[in-house]
């Protein structure tokens, strides 16, 4: 789930942490990450692990209405975004099958999130609406993630950063459900911060994917036009 091998996309980890912290546990995990190369284990089976915790977190604790110690879950496990990206670096590790590993799962990790909210909320949350809003939250990010692909894949910067990307839209969730299962510690009343959580991620979401696909689109046309005149320009070269 760590950003080895690609362009500084934020992570969910690094979003989580302000600079200083960043700093702060990378000093830390830096042993334990030397301490994992010594006995063998690869960056790749770092994010495995560390996506099949948050998945298992999310599926798992979430439809139950374990709120708060789902994301507890969620959260360390998020931390391997620290740790293969420092194992990574300490073993001078930069490929491409690394950054398709950890942008496939960042895929998986995003879709059991909000998978386990609408499982919750499909079931003992009894809440068909909030359920929808959980459901086009998965659906909506993960075509966010794909127009920026699919567009870079044409050749196109998209050169935009959407109101609501893949790092924001984890924060709100998270944090909003960790703070919502203090519910069932005897807080009244915040149970309802997943609720509007959910509807900023899918009102921020739709608005992202509007704004990528206006992007690509008149970054298309510019392309298109550029190459028009390219051919005009060979073709009046070679009328000469």
């Given at each position: 789930m760590a950003s080895r091998g690609r362009a500084a996309t934020p992570t969910v980890g690094k979003a989580m942490l302000n600079k200083y912290a960043r700093a702060f546990f990378t000093r830390v995990l830096t042993p334990f990450a030397a301490f994992l190369i010594r006995r063998g284990v690869s960056p790749d089976t770092v994010t495995l692990i560390g996506t099949a915790g948050v998945v298992a977190g999310a599926l798992v604790l979430y439809p139950r209405g374990e709120f708060f110690w789902g994301t507890v879950v969620i959260t360390l496990f998020v931390f391997s975004d620290l740790v293969d990206g420092n194992m990574a670096r300490q073993l001078g590790r930069s490929s491409r099958w690394g950054a398709f590993l950890d942008s496939t799962l960042d895929r998986v990790a995003d879709g059991a999130v909000f998978g386990g909210f609408a499982l919750w909320y499909a079931g003992n949350g009894d809440n068909n609406v909030l359920c929808a809003v959980a459901i086009f939250c998965l659906a909506s990010g993960q075509v966010v993630s794909y127009t920026k692909a699919r567009g870079e894949s044409i050749g196109l910067p998209v050169a935009v950063n959407g109101l609501v990307e893949r790092a924001e839209r984890l924060v709100i969730s998270l944090v909003a459900a960790g703070l919502a299962g203090?519910?069932?510690?005897?807080?009244p009343g915040i149970q309802w911060l997943l609720p509007i959580a959910l509807w900023i991620v899918?009102?921020?979401?739709?608005?992202?994917l509007v704004q990528r696909v206006v992007t690509v689109r008149r970054?298309?046309?510019?392309?298109?036009?550029?190459a028009g005149h390219r051919n005009e320009s060979q073709g009046s070269e070679a009328a000469k």
């Open positions: 203090f519910h069932k510690f005897g807080v899918a009102v921020g979401s739709l608005v992202t970054e298309a046309a510019e392309a298109d036009e550029a």
